[in-house]
């Protein structure tokens, strides 16, 4: 390997690692290891286990709100869009397996309450998408005149638990039609035709 490895392919050994062993029984060691460098050239960026973690979920995480972004931005159509949002976010997880299982073994990554929340800012700029596709259907007349701050910020929270309630904590398979159905739920209380 390089002296000067590819930030993004660090994070991605680390996300594997941390997948298969957890945060607490990865080691320093684990990860430089699979990026064939030393422990010491790891070092030069990421200030130790804890910062390679959360640098690590960070971009895991910007790399799935990028996934549905890209879903949202190709659609005009924002009745369209807000669907797309809600079922590309909660696809993603089914695809990265990888990720999937780090929030299993560590559920603090997307807690219930923002207060708690280590990725707040990144969680937010999901709660800022949800608000602009809130927004653009007020003013184009499609959607309700609704609080968008207030109802963005609900969307995020039932987004959150089925997250939980689908990945994390998984009871059935019918939590995937009961997903749907809020979608459909969510949406019929939104557009006026």
């Not at 995480?61 to 909660?90: N, P």
């Not at 987004?159 to 949406?187: G, N």
Request: proline share 3%; hydrophobic share 40%.
């Amino acid at each position: 390997m390089k002296p000067r490895e590819n930030i993004e392919t660090i994070y991605q050994v680390a996300l594997s690692a941390f997948s298969e062993f957890g945060y607490r029984k990865t080691t320093m060691d684990d990860i430089a290891g699979r990026l064939d460098m030393t422990k010491g050239n790891l070092y030069l960026y990421v200030k130790n286990k804890k910062d390679l973690y959360h640098k690590t979920v960070s971009h895991a995480l910007m790399k799935w709100q990028s996934k549905v972004l890209e879903a949202v931005d190709s659609k005009v159509d924002v009745k369209l869009k807000f669907s797309i949002m809600c079922f590309k976010a909660v696809e993603y997880l089914s695809e990265d397996s990888e990720l999937r299982q780090v929030l299993i073994r560590d559920p603090e990554i997307f807690p219930m309450f923002p207060s708690k929340d280590p990725f707040y800012d990144i969680n937010q700029n999901s709660v800022e998408l949800i608000k602009a596709i809130l927004k653009q259907g007020i003013s184009e007349n499609v959607f309700r005149d609704i609080d968008p701050d207030r109802v963005a910020e609900v969307i995020f929270m039932v987004y959150k638990m089925f997250i939980i309630r689908m990945y994390i904590k998984t009871e059935d398979k019918l939590i995937h039609k009961i997903f749907e159905d809020t979608v459909d739920l969510l949406a019929l209380g939104l557009f006026l035709n």
